[in-house]
């Protein structure tokens, strides 16, 4: 009969299992940052697609004909600019950067203008440090553009993967360690 410990056990050696692979792959994309940046524009492209599709089914659904007609335009541009993107890959990848870059000026920004609006708490620094090292970000990745579409998102994911993966491993051995005491 299973008990309680021994599904905290499996389920904690998964989530282990699972930090240990999103470390791995995290690694991967940083010493490969074009081929996961190229794959990412890839696998976002064909997304598109598939939601173009999903619009296009949608528009029969359409209850008049202006619903109709709207769906299947916006299910046919999605369907053609995914594709495009995805059989262009190395477009898709420089479009998806300079995007990322955007975004992250935009929420540097938003970062500092909430800072200010909340300086006088404690702990207000760490929304400072948070949209001063965004806005670097978007600096490092936005000006060297289209050049930085080589390394950038395969790095940022990468470093992602790499700091989730140690976080679900050290929660994982510490829950299994708290197991052990019980």
Do not use: C
Request: glycine fraction near 12%.
């Amino acid at each position: 009969m299973a008990t309680v410990k021994n599904l905290i056990k499996e389920v904690t050696g998964a989530s282990i299992g699972w930090g240990v692979i999103m470390i791995v792959l995290g690694m991967l994309a940083v010493i490969l940052p074009f081929a996961t940046g190229i794959a990412v524009s890839v696998i976002v492209s064909w997304l598109i697609v598939v939601a173009g599709l999903a619009y296009l089914a949608s528009a029969f659904a359409g209850r008049s004909a202006g619903a109709f007609i709207w769906r299947l335009l916006i299910g046919l541009v999605y369907v053609l600019g995914g594709g495009y993107l995805g059989l262009h890959p190395n477009l898709a990848l420089e479009s998806f950067t300079i995007v990322m870059a955007v975004i992250f000026a935009i929420e540097g920004v938003l970062g500092l203008v909430t800072f200010f609006q909340f300086r006088r708490f404690v702990g207000s620094g760490w929304v400072l440090f948070d949209a001063i090292v965004t806005l670097v970000l978007a600096v490092l990745v936005g000006l060297p553009w289209p050049s930085s579409s080589n390394w950038a998102i395969g790095v940022i994911l990468g470093v992602n993967l790499i700091f989730t993966g140690v976080t679900v491993l050290m929660y994982s051995v510490t829950a299994r360690k708290a197991l052990g005491e019980i």
